[in-house]
Nanobody
Framework: QVQLVESGGGLVQAGGSLRLSCAMS????????MAWFRQAPGKEREFVAA????????AHADSVKGRFAISRDNAKNTMLMQMNSLKPEDTAVYYC??????????????????WGQGTQVTVSS
């Protein structure tokens, strides 16, 4: 069973930066497309960014374009997301997700195969 473990969350002031990591174990990391989602209190889980198996194709939500950057290191079985110019509205629990199908992690969230437990990001104003 694939396991995903997020890290790197924390408390930061508005305008600051954080880098999230998602490590995969018990799976062939390079076989999976990966994605980040987030869920703020009282809101639905929303797509943040996705990356295909090779790292050659990425997608970012409009709300984070130009501020967040998803990447991956297949040699280290790790996905990253650099978050810059953080805003209070970025406050949420951030989840990583994995699925063999890149289209699914970008558009069919309900069918994603694996999810991590989440890491809290809090941005103070």
């Amino acid at each position: 069973q694939v396991q995903l473990v997020e890290s790197g969350g924390g408390l930061v002031q508005a305008g600051g930066s954080l880098r999230l990591s998602c490590a995969m174990s018990r799976g062939t990391f390079s076989s999976y497309a990966m994605a980040w989602f987030r869920q703020a209190p009282g809101k639905e889980r929303e797509f943040v960014a996705a990356i295909d198996w090779s790292g050659g194709s990425t997608a970012h939500a409009d709300s984070v374009k130009g501020r967040f950057a998803i990447s991956r290191d297949n040699a280290k079985n790790t996905m990253l997301m650099q978050m810059n110019s953080l805003k209070p509205e970025d406050t949420a629990v951030y989840y990583c997700a994995a699925d063999p199908n890149y289209r699914i992690v970008r558009t069919v969230f309900g069918r994603i195969t694996y999810w991590g437990q989440g890491t809290q990001v809090t941005v103070s104003s």
